[in-house]
């Protein structure tokens, strides 16, 4: 059977908000275009690929240990919109 992947949202509400809707540790804030527009110049790609490895205050894969990369995404996508 295959796994149904959770929403953006899902994955947000249970893993990401925690540090993302106040900005815990100098995380960039949810749906915060200021905090957001540099590293969206980035690209997609490469903020999905920092997600999963990791950075300074940011846990690999956001403590989501058993989330895919597309679940990542879209957990990355609904907090910049
Ligand atoms: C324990 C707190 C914490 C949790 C939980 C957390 N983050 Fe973060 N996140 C951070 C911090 C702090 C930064 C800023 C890191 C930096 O720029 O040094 C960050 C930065 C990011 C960035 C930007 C990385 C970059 O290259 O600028 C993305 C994307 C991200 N988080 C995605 C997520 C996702 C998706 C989740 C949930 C699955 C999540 N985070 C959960 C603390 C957290």
């Known amino acids: ?20 809707s106040i900005g815990v540790a100098g995380a ?16 997609m790609d490469d903020l999905v690929k920092v997600a999963i490895s990791g950075k300074g205050a940011m846990p690999p894969k956001g403590t989501c240990d058993t989330c895919s990369a597309d679940e990542l995404r879209a957990a990355i996508e609904h907090m910049t919109k």
């Open 28 to 43: 960039p804030k949810s749906n915060n275009k200021s905090d957001w527009a540099p590293r969206l110049k980035r690209g």
């Open 1 to 20: 059977m295959v796994k149904k992947s959770r929403s953006g949202e899902s994955v947000y509400t249970t893993s990401c908000a925690g540090c993302h």
